[in-house]
């Protein structure tokens, strides 16, 4: 009898399995893991990474968190599923948190993710105005090289070309503005990019017509778009004004930003006055172990659901959304996050880490190093003075290198017109002081030899 010949993993992965955003020949030699420890991961080959990506910047506590796993057991032994047309414990216990969280006055739809959560988000602000008086506000603004999902609604705010062009014909009723970003201010002015962009914010909802203006959704940091962020409070504030000017309901999408990533507990505390009327989380909510989404509302926007007997109720339903597992997780993820003071060490060692990276601008390919928290992005040009963007092909020199040495790092995707030239780094916000040493001395590494 002939022996049977096992196949290794990387030759199954080949046959059987579609990897995300990769082109096809990227899989030849797919990176495999197998166990993860803190800020760590060990593959298929035995080879060990320090996760400067968080995974998909979700893994915020590292692995292992045995406490989250206990809550994920117990809540499953207890009762493995029930659906939020009625009510769960841990579904309410995580609502009544998140309020708590927001300073009181929201109420949380569960979804299963961050694309479904936007979507909500978005449903239940056209529905919003339409059981307010105001029909004809369905137009939702957002941001050029923000990413705010796969689906197609949530894809269609998404405004990063590339993503989208395959797909179309997009849904409608979607318009972009440029986001402040004064490294290449699409206004021609560094010092006045703050300013600029939230008035083009106000420009378009008068061009548009305040009365078919919806929504303008935001991440407070734009994250897989290249790590892009306002430079003072000045733009939050702004902003805040103007969606409050034009009854325009301001959709924070913090699905990257939530629960410490940018040093404060939620991304908007960066700004003095900034508040959500609609806020989504993902991602963070549970550092990654289960799926869950939640749009958090404020409540003035739930009364417009109240049902009078007729039809004003919310008609949507996500089978596994606030699936009672990942609530219980998200409680757990919470509470670790408050007990170990998690944000304040984030908001200690970020000063330190950035600085050590700012000292990158000195090579020849460093046009910008930006970020905040546990979230940088290093922004890559082939001529400081014209900024053109680094080709692609060096780029993934760059992060392949890293990644020979044990470093796991991102870049944003293929972002038009500038490229997807940007690293992002977002590491585990338990990493420790060495963890963090590491993957400073390992960047710089790669880019002393490259030099
Ligand atoms: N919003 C932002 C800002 C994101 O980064 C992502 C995912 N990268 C999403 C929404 C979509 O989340 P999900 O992949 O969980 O659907």
New binding site residues.
Partial sequence: MEAEIKKSYGEKDQEHLWHALKPYQAQAAPLIAESGEGSWFTDTEGNRYFDGVSG???LNLGHGQTEIIEAATEQMKALAYFPLSFGHKPAIDLAEKLNELLGGGYRSFFA???????ETAFKIARQHHKQSGNPEKTKIISRYR??????LG?LAATAQANRKMKYEVNVPGFIHIPPPYAYRSAFGSYDDDDLRAAEYLEQTILWEGPESVAAFIM?PV???GGVIHPQSDLYYKKVRDICNRYNVLLIL?????GFGRTGKMFGYMHGESLYPDII?F??GLTAGYL?L?ATCVKESIYQSFKDTGTTNHFRHVSTYGGHPASCAVALKTIELIERHDIVKQVATLEADVLSQLRQLTSHALVGEVRGVGFLYGIELVSDKASKKPLEDEQIKTIVAACQKKGLIIGKNGDTVPSGGNVLIIAPPLTSTREDLTFLVETIQEVFAEIE
């Fill in positions: 998909l910047w979700c299963n993710g961050g694309s479904d959560a936007n923000a990413y705010h999902g796969n689906s949530a991440e734009i994250s897989g999408d913090e699905v990257v930003s989504t993902a991602k799926p989404g």
